[in-house]
């Protein structure tokens, strides 16, 4: 991930107008700075595939909500509009699904780690997604072939689960809900 550094912060609306983008990349904006990233590795598309097939499956079977995986925008503010891997919106919120993207906070969001954006996971796109709330945050991280899941409580996150290689990983909102890791990493 490169930072594109402007001589001051914009706003979302204005990311939006802006026509100078090259096509083979994806840019977000956090805290109002462009941040351009690569096209993910295939190994980041097979752990993504296997996620969204296995959490995709449970919410639609539960009947829970919507899930979308990489490319969605998410616009939590209005400086901040970022494209997580993979996020669930419960059936109670899908009013913020609208014909621009997602515009507010989903229930989960799942971001996949590399060597490129692994920083910006951990570091500013973990507290833009604690600013708003966002109830669980799950760091999936192909090279140690590990799952973290933070949940959101007094304010902050809680590392509430950590498997690396096998176990399963279980989710807080998606009550019930267990991620064989083993599948999860399958095909890489």
Not at 12 to 40: A, C, M, T, W
Not at 151 to 171: I, P, R
Request: aromatic fraction near 10%; charge should be negative.
């Amino acid at each position: 991930m490169e930072t594109l550094f402007a001589e001051r912060k914009i706003t979302v609306r204005e990311f939006l107008e802006r026509d100078d983008f090259e096509p083979d990349f994806i840019y977000e904006l956090i805290n109002g700075e462009i941040v351009k990233k690569s096209s993910p590795h295939p190994k980041h598309q097979i752990v993504l595939g296997n996620l969204n097939e296995a959490v995709r499956k449970f919410v639609k079977d539960k009947k829970l909500g919507t899930v979308f995986f990489a490319p969605v925008d998410v616009f939590l503010d209005g400086e901040n509009a970022l494209v997580p891997d993979l996020i669930f919106i419960s059936e109670a919120k899908k009013s913020i699904i609208t014909g621009n993207g997602v515009e507010g906070a989903p229930d989960l969001v799942v971001e996949i780690l590399s060597p490129g954006t692994a920083k910006y996971d951990r570091g500013d796109k973990m507290k833009v997604y604690k600013k708003h709330r966002i109830p669980e945050y799950w760091l999936v991280d192909p090279k140690l072939q590990s799952i973290e899941i933070y949940t959101f409580a007094d304010n902050d996150y809680e590392l509430k689960e950590l498997v690396m290689d096998k176990g399963e990983a279980q989710s807080t909102v998606l009550q019930g809900f267990a991620l064989d890791v083993e599948k999860i990493f399958e095909g890489m």
